[in-house]
């Protein structure tokens, strides 16, 4: 039986890393780059703090954000989880995603754990991030060997400060082989895109959802002399035949190591005429959301697949041969993908997965 259609849920990102590995940096950087996200922030220790990422982006701190009607001091204790996501995910709150910034010495595990026992309907966990201090990575492995097992947990590890390191291409490589699971993105200055972890709302102004080019559209010369530029390539595929299902799990699970995000919606053709299946990958994280086919939209599979050193032509050809004409469902078809959608009848998905 398909599951029926779930509430809007909210990701929750959890975001880890030892002291000085520039997370807060990393969060505040999303809070300007959100393209008009409403970010809710949970911060060292649990504080809940409800961002507006436009109108406040770096006024966070480490455990202090000013609203403008004052602070809000957070230091509250680990069991008030549950309260603050309930508070974040209230729809009067407005809030698009959640990052728990997690303090320095925290066990990122446990709070994985935390996010998927919450009965919360309106979030849903949405991947661990792990920072690493390229320049410090040795000295931090050898003060808390505890960092390979954190990556190895990771849906994405943001390998931080690259630009520092003396030699930045041998930790990347200590990195991936840690990571075996995650995305490996360098970044300096804590500068990712936001769009590997979040779907970005376009700011009022805006007609049309953003692209992944007005990203890359603000000049930052100057601001840091000396910034290492990654360069991101994106592959967009749209369909007008529904995909087979065990073809695009095939895929899905032999992506390549440089593709660290994917989103859209697949159209499953018979195998579930009712609904189109959001799509929402991190690192080596999968989730499917079924929801209704909006009144009289056009039946396509639309999928935006993000990453670097990745080979377009290559991805879309594999995509084009996940499409399908096959009148009749195989009854055990949606098997694979069901496991990965939050609430169906199937074996749920491992944190990570």
Same mark, same amino acid.
């Given at each position: ?14 975001? /880890?890393?030892? &002291? ?9 950087? +999303? ?9 809710? @922030? ?68 446990? +709070? ?15 991947? *661990? ?5 390229? /320049? ?14 954190? *990556? @190895?947990?990771?849906? &994405? ?52 959802? *953003?692209?992944?080019?007005? +990203? ?11 910034? !290492? ?22 895929? *899905? ?5 440089? &593709? ?20 929402? /990958? ?38 084009? @041969? ?15 993908? !069901? ?11 491992? @944190?990570?997965?």
């Amino acid at each position: 039986m398909l599951p029926s259609s779930p509430v809007p849920q909210i990701p929750v990102v959890v975001l /880890a890393g030892f &002291l000085g590995s520039g997370k807060t940096t990393l969060l505040n950087h +999303l809070l300007h780059r959100s393209g008009g996200s409403r970010i809710g @922030a949970i911060v060292n220790d649990f504080g809940a703090i409800e961002i507006d990422a436009m109108a406040v982006a770096g006024a966070l701190g480490d455990s202090t954000v000013s609203l403008g009607n004052g602070c809000l001091c957070c230091a509250v204790d680990a069991s008030e989880l549950d309260t603050y996501l309930e508070r974040l995910a209230a729809p009067s709150a407005g809030i698009d995603v959640i990052v728990i910034e997690a303090s320095g010495l925290a066990e990122p595990q446990e +709070l994985v754990r935390m996010v998927l026992a919450s009965e919360h309907p309106g979030i849903v966990y949405g991947g *661990l991030v792990e920072v690493v201090d390229a /320049a410090e990575f040795d000295a931090t492995r050898a003060r808390h060997p505890e960092i390979d097992r954190h *990556l @190895a947990l990771a849906d &994405l590890a943001v390998v931080n400060k690259l630009d520092r390191a003396e030699d930045p291409e041998r930790v990347l490589s200590a990195v991936r082989g840690l990571a075996e699971r995650a995305a490996v993105v360098p970044a300096t200055y804590g500068r990712i895109d936001p769009e590997f972890l979040f779907d970005c709302r376009p700011g009022e102004e805006r007609i049309g959802q *953003l692209s992944f080019d007005d +990203l890359h559209q603000h000049d930052e010369a100057g601001e840091h002399e000396g910034h !290492l530029h990654t360069a991101y390539d994106s592959v967009s595929f749209e369909s007008g035949r529904a995909l087979d299902p065990r073809a695009l799990m095939r895929f *899905l699970d032999s992506r390549p190591e440089g &593709l660290y995000r994917i989103k859209g919606y697949v159209d499953f053709g018979p195998y579930d005429a009712r609904n189109r299946y959001g799509v929402h /990958a991190v690192g080596r994280f999968l989730r499917f959301y079924p929801e209704p086919w909006p009144t009289g939209a056009e039946r396509l599979t639309q999928l935006v697949l993000i990453g670097s050193g990745i080979d377009a032509q290559a991805l879309a050809k594999e995509l084009a @041969a996940c499409e399908s004409d096959a009148p009749h469902a195989d009854e055990h078809g949606m098997w694979g993908v !069901l496991r990965y959608v939050q609430g169906s009848e199937e074996e749920p998905p491992e @944190a990570g997965v």
